[in-house]
């Protein structure tokens, strides 16, 4: 869900994975990894406040106040997401022309926000409606996968949350063939799923780390399970589905934990290479993880 809309932070490394993993929201036997602090690490989040002050024309304090406000943000994306799944269509952050957390709802908006938002939120946040809900997009994106794997046509896919759709990413090579299939009827897209040709298909990569587009959510921290045999794996929301992939590989779904402030999954990444990094600007540059913090 990012570089679609607007400016976006692009200098907080967790920011890819802030709606996905509440404080402490570690299912149960897998732990966070690497467990070593590094000396650096103390200042790495003065480091980021002050690249964000300096392109954000801001104080310090204020990039500082932000962040912490992404936090709250994040637990309340998380919140709506299992308590008003029926309605919620996505939540995400603004920074120009001004800072602010907007919040989608497919009806009632203004009357369902009402018992979510903080003092902290309270002057920041804009409510609007949707056509679709999260979970619908969801639902969309998995039927039409579903209906596309029979046509020997690769194709990408995402939900572009501040576009309220589902996109399905067709390479300008297959153009005319998957163009050729849709004037003869043979699949129907529904309302909600726009086809965009792309110069090319992603590129397989060994290794899987946090910021990465599953078949469905983004893959989150990196994570070992505690004892024997100590697998290694990746996090997404616990309201995502639980049978994933990533680049065509089915991912292995081992637990989750979903309700009260808890929303998060996690899975085994048989053929990856389980790597503690974040993808934290839309051309794929990563940034290591260093540390834990509970």
């Not at 969309?140 to 896919?157: H, N």
């Not at 587009?213 to 990746?234: A, E, M, N």
């Not at 899975?267 to 934290?280: D, E, L, M, Q, S």
Request: with cysteine; net charge negative; aromatic share 8%.
């Amino acid at each position: 869900m990012f570089g679609l809309h607007r400016a976006y932070v692009w200098v907080v490394i967790l920011a890819v994975v802030i709606a996905l993993a509440p404080s402490g929201a570690i299912p149960q036997n897998v732990e966070a990894v690497p467990q070593v602090l590094s000396e650096d690490n103390e200042d790495a989040l003065l480091w980021d406040a002050k690249i964000y002050a300096s392109n954000m024309g801001v104080s310090l304090d204020e990039a500082l106040k932000r962040f912490g406000l992404q936090d709250i943000a994040g637990d309340l994306d998380a919140e709506l997401s299992v308590k008003e799944a029926e309605t919620f269509a996505g939540l995400w952050l603004e920074h120009t022309p001004e800072f602010q957390v907007i919040v989608q709802f497919t009806r009632n908006a203004d009357e369902t926000i009402k018992p979510y938002i903080s003092k902290e939120l309270a002057d920041i946040v804009e409510v609007r409606t949707a056509k679709w809900s999260l979970v619908e997009l969801q639902k969309a994106q998995d039927d039409v996968i579903s209906s596309v794997s029979g046509l020997d046509i690769p194709v990408e896919s995402g939900i572009n949350v501040f576009e309220n759709r589902v996109e399905l990413y067709v390479a300008k090579a297959d153009w005319a063939r998957f163009d050729e299939t849709m004037q003869e009827g043979k699949m129907r897209l529904p309302d909600n799923v726009v086809v965009i040709p792309v110069e090319e298909m992603g590129k397989p990569n060994a290794d899987i780390y946090g910021g990465l587009p599953l078949s469905s959510c983004t893959s989150g921290f990196s994570v070992r399970q505690t004892g024997d045999p100590g697998y290694k794996g990746i996090t997404t929301a616990g309201h995502c589905p639980n049978s994933l992939s990533y680049n065509g590989t089915s991912l292995t779904f081992m637990s989750e934990i979903l309700g009260g402030s808890y929303d998060i999954q996690w899975h085994r990444a048989p053929g990856f290479t389980v790597t503690n990094k974040i993808r934290w600007r839309s051309d794929g540059s990563t940034r290591d993880i260093t540390a834990t913090k509970h």
